[in-house]
């Protein structure tokens, strides 16, 4: 079956602007993870949902970024009056539930902040 | 301190070598989870093995293997039979309780051991 997916796959933005980054997990998937993947690091976890449950949004590092989720499905994430040091690769993971260990990754969108 | 310590930052192995890849980490929370996962130049994460703190015997999954000494606070993964396909980034990652009580299965990650598998 389809795996999880993200749109754009590139994005290249002036520094000021904001931009919205989707998430489309596998169907049926009720938790979803949203991490960053800065240049040569590892990964940095951002937010996630589980359901209908309030998001934890431990990981988000300023008020410029937020994400929602709608119908329980797709996601957006969004990061407002970007930074430079927003340039990262942004990873979007969903698993069936939070029983089950394995995350399932979709390609990254690579964020560009000029 | 570092949650999850990842000492090597490139690796090299001669094909059908096994190689180890080191992993330590801390946590206080008896609860536990491991992973390693792969990424390949194409940028996509995958998912290899895991380990549960309560787990008795490692976990083994076809070439992969984790050798988990709790009380050394260490999660190596160990590749048999090296192949080319196996030239990645290796990152090792925790989660830190269960569930929604447990902070949601988040993980954290370290921050990676390139391999490149020779001929």
């Known amino acids: 079956g389809a795996g999880v997916s993200q749109s754009p796959s590139n994005k290249v933005t002036e520094k000021g602007k904001d931009v919205e980054l989707r998430c489309d997990p596998i169907s049926g998937h009720t938790a979803l993870y949203w991490y960053r993947q800065s240049l040569g690091q590892g990964l940095e976890f951002l937010i996630y949902?589980?359901?209908?449950?309030?998001?934890?949004k431990s990981g988000l590092p300023s008020d410029r970024f937020s994400a929602e989720r709608t119908g329980g499905s797709v996601s957006t994430l969004t990061i407002q009056r970007t930074q430079q040091e927003d340039s990262a690769v942004y990873l979007c993971a969903s698993s069936p539930s939070l029983s089950v260990n394995e995350q399932f990754f979709g390609p990254g969108t690579r964020l560009t902040v000029l | 301190a570092q949650k999850i310590t990842q000492t090597q930052p490139g690796m090299f192995v001669q094909e059908k070598e096994a190689v180890t890849l080191d992993c330590t980490y801390d946590?206080?929370?008896?609860?536990?989870?491991l992973f390693w996962y792969k990424q390949p130049s194409s940028g996509e994460m995958i998912f290899l093995i895991y380990q549960g703190s309560y787990d008795q015997q490692n976990a083994t999954e076809g070439r992969y293997s984790l050798n988990f000494q709790k009380a050394r606070k260490s999660a190596n993964l160990v590749i048999s039979a090296s192949q080319l396909g196996d030239s990645a980034m290796y990152f090792c990652a925790m989660r830190e309780g269960w569930g929604v009580t447990g902070g949601g299965n988040k993980l954290t990650f370290g921050t990676g051991t390139q391999l490149k598998v020779e001929l």
């Open positions: 946590t206080s929370d008896p609860s536990y989870g």
């Open positions: 949902f589980q359901g209908n449950s309030a998001p934890d």
